[in-house]
C-alpha cells in the first residue's frame, strides 16, 4: 500500500496487525470501558470504535481479495480462514456489548436526527437479533460458502485444444457459427453438470445451517431473518412478492418480442439457449477493448465525457493498483468492487475476456468506486456501509449513463449501436432473471427441509414463470434445471439480488433525466452517492432525483420508456 493511501489513525498505532487475537482484544476493552456520560465523549467514541471497524473490516477485504484472485493458493485460504474462523468469532460478542454500550448511554438522547437515526436503527436490529450461539455457526458458515468459489473457479473446458474457463468459453457463442455455439454450450454445462451434486449437496449443507441460524434468533424462517440481517426498513417480503408479479406482467411480455426479432434476425425457424448471444450473420462478435489496459483508458476516458471527477476516480484507482481485471484459471467467477473503508479505496475484481458484458461489468463495478470514494469524508463506518438498493443505484446507474459516451470503446457508429442496444436487452432480460432467482431463494427459505429433486423442480417453475415462451428448452431439461447453480449470490451472498431489480428500477429512471438534463443529473447523482446511508433508501432516490417505487404503474411507466428506446436502436 502506499504512504498516500494509509489513513490517519488516532486510536490505533500505525503498525497494527491482526496475527492474533490479543492485538486487537485491548482496543474493544478500552472502548467497553470508557466512560459515556455526554454528547462530545459519546461522538468521540464513535469515531474510535469507527477507526477499529475500519481497520478489521479492510484487513479482512484485503484477505477475501487475495483469496478470490487466486483460489488455488492455500496460504491465502488459510489466511482468510483464520480470520473468519478465528477473529471474528471473538468480535461478535464485544461488539453486542459495544451495542448495548452506546444505546444505554445517558447522552444518546443528544445524538438523536441527523445523521445517527438511520445508524441508530441499525444498531437497535442488530441488537434484537443477536445470539450468542449463533457466533461460531456464523463463522462456520462463512467458510463453507467459499466452497462454490473454490468449485466453479476450477471449472475449465477445452476448446481447439486450448484449456479455457468457462467465461472465456463462453465468448464462442457470440459467433454466427451455429454448430460451434452448440459444441461449446454443450460442452461448458457438460462440465457443469459433473459438479452438479457436490454443489446440490452444498446448498444443502447451507440451507440447513442458515435455518437454525434463523430460528436460533427467534424467526420462522431464515428469509425473515436476513430480512432483518440486512437491515430492510424500507420494504418487505411481500414488496418483493409484488415486484415479482410486476415484472412477470410488464417485463416478459416485452423479453419475448425482444426474443422474438432476435430469431428473425438470426434466420432460425427456432431459438435455442445457445442462440441467446449470438451475433446475426456477417456480423462479429462485439469487442469493445483489447486487453485489461485498453480496458482501462478507455473506461477513463468514458468517465471523463460524462464528469472530469469520475475519470479522475478511475485514475486513482489504476494508479493505486486497485485492480484484477483478465481471466485466468483458479480465479474465482465473477466480479465485484470491494470497498475499503480505512484507505476508501476500493478494489475491482472482474473476470474480463473482451466483451460487451466485460465492458458493462467495469462501468459497473465503476460506479461502486465512485460510490466509495465520495463517501470516505463521511466520520462512521456506519454512514458508509449501505444498503445494497443504494449501492447498486450508484453502479447500474452509470451503465446506461456512460452507454451515452461508449464511441470510447466503440468508433464504428453501427458497432455503437448494436452495443447499445444489447445492453438495453440485457437490461430487460436482467430484470425477469433477478425477479426469478429473488423468488426461488423465498421458497428454498420458506421450504427449509426440502430435498434437491425438490428444489429442482421449484426452480424450473419459477424459471418458467419469468423466461416468457420464445426459446425452446426441448431436450435441455436437465441443463436448465441447474441454471441457479450459476449464481454465485444464492451460495456466498444469500438474499442479496432483489436490489439489483429495484436500483435497476432507479438506474432506468436516472438515465431518462440524463436524457434531458445531463448536466443537472450527474450533479443530483454524486449528491445522492455523498450522503452514504445517512438517510433513508426513499430520501436517497429522491436527492437522485426518481423515486425508490416498484409498483405496478411505476414500472409500466419505466418498461415503455426503454421499449421505445429499444425500438429505435432496432432501425436500420
Request: net charge negative.
Amino acid at each position: 500500500m502506499s504512504e498516500s493511501l494509509l489513513a490517519e489513525r488516532n486510536f490505533l498505532p500505525s503498525d497494527i496487525e491482526v496475527s492474533n487475537w490479543q492485538q486487537i482484544e485491548s482496543y474493544f476493552k478500552k472502548l467497553l470501558d470508557t466512560p459515556l456520560n455526554d454528547l462530545q465523549a459519546l461522538k468521540q467514541w464513535l469515531r474510535d470504535r469507527s477507526e477499529l471497524e475500519a481497520f478489521l473490516q479492510e484487513d479482512l477485504g484485503w484477505r477475501y481479495i487475495r483469496m478470490s484472485c487466486d483460489t488455488a493458493n492455500e496460504e491465502y485460504a488459510g489466511a482468510f480462514n483464520f480470520f473468519v474462523g478465528e477473529i471474528q468469532p471473538r468480535i461478535a460478542p464485544l461488539s453486542q456489548q459495544l451495542d448495548l454500550k452506546l444505546l444505554n448511554s445517558t447522552a444518546l438522547p443528544e445524538l438523536s436526527g441527523r445523521p445517527y437515526e438511520i445508524m441508530l436503527r441499525q444498531v437497535r436490529k442488530r441488537v434484537e437479533i443477536f445470539r450468542e450461539v449463533n457466533i461460531p455457526l456464523i463463522a462456520e458458515l462463512q467458510q463453507k460458502e467459499q466452497e462454490y468459489s473454490a468449485i466453479t473457479g476450477a471449472m475449465t473446458v477445452e476448446v481447439d485444444g486450448k484449456e479455457m474457463t468457462l467465461q472465456q468459453a463462453a465468448n464462442f457463442l457470440e459467433q454466427d457459427n451455429r454448430e460451434r455455439r452448440e459444441e461449446v454450450y454443450r460442452k461448458v454445462f457438460a462440465r457443469r453438470l459433473q459438479d452438479k451434486d457436490r454443489l446440490d449437496e452444498l446448498m444443502d449443507d447451507l440451507v440447513a445451517r442458515r435455518d437454525v441460524i434463523a430460528r436460533n434468533a427467534d424467526f420462522s424462517n431464515y428469509r425473515d431473518y436476513m430480512f432483518a440481517s440486512l437491515g430492510r426498513f424500507d420494504y418487505t417480503p411481500d414488496d418483493c412478492l409484488r415486484f415479482h408479479d410486476a415484472i412477470g406482467k410488464f417485463v416478459v411480455s416485452l423479453n419475448n418480442e425482444v426474443e422474438e426479432q432476435h430469431r428473425k434476425e438470426l434466420g432460425l425457424d427456432t431459438l435455442k439457449p445457445w442462440d441467446a448471444v449470438a451475433s446475426p450473420k456477417g456480423q462479429e462478435p462485439l469487442r469493445p477493448f483489447s486487453s485489461a489496459e485498453d480496458l482501462m483508458a478507455k473506461t477513463i476516458a468514458c468517465f471523463r465525457d460524462i464528469d472530469p471527477f469520475l475519470g479522475e476516480c478511475m485514475i486513482e484507482m489504476q494508479q493505486a493498483g486497485r485492480l484484477d481485471l483478465e481471466s485466468r484459471k483458479g480465479k474465482a467467477p465473477g466480479g465485484y468492487n470491494y470497498p475499503l473503508y480505512e484507505t476508501g479505496l476500493p478494489f475491482i475484481f472482474m473476470n474480463s475476456t473482451n466483451t460487451l458484458r466485460d465492458l458493462v461489468t467495469m462501468v459497473h463495478e465503476g460506479g461502486h468506486a465512485v460510490q466509495s470514494i465520495v463517501d470516505k469524508p463521511l466520520d462512521l463506518v456506519d454512514f458508509k456501509n449501505l444498503p445494497s438498493e443504494v449501492a447498486e443505484l450508484a453502479s447500474m446507474s452509470m451503465e446506461l449513463i456512460s452507454m451515452e459516451h461508449w464511441q470510447h470503446f466503440f468508433s464504428n457508429p453501427l458497432e455503437l449501436k448494436r452495443a447499445r442496444r444489447k445492453h438495453l436487452e440485457d437490461v430487460l432480460k436482467g430484470l425477469p432473471w433477478i425477479a426469478c432467482v429473488d423468488a426461488f431463494q423465498h421458497w428454498m427459505y420458506t421450504h427449509p427441509g426440502h430435498r434437491a429433486g425438490e428444489r429442482s423442480q421449484a426452480w424450473t417453475e419459477t424459471y418458467l414463470r419469468f423466461s416468457g415462451h420464445v426459446t425452446d428448452w426441448s431436450g435441455l431439461e436437465e441443463i436448465r434445471s441447474l441454471l441457479w447453480q450459476k449464481q454465485l449470490h444464492i451460495y456466498e451472498v444469500p438474499f442479496y439480488y432483489v436490489e439489483y431489480g429495484f436500483a435497476q428500477l432507479g438506474a432506468i429512471a436516472v438515465w431518462r433525466n440524463y436524457r434531458l438534463r445531463p448536466a443537472e443529473t450527474i450533479r443530483q447523482y454524486l449528491d445522492a452517492l455523498k450522503l452514504g446511508y445517512t438517510a433513508s433508501i426513499g430520501e436517497v432516490y429522491e436527492k437522485a432525483g426518481i423515486r425508490f417505487d416498484f409498483s405496478d404503474d411505476y414500472i409500466r411507466e419505466l418498461t415503455a420508456f426503454v421499449r421505445e428506446e429499444w425500438k429505435k436502436l432496432c432501425e436500420e
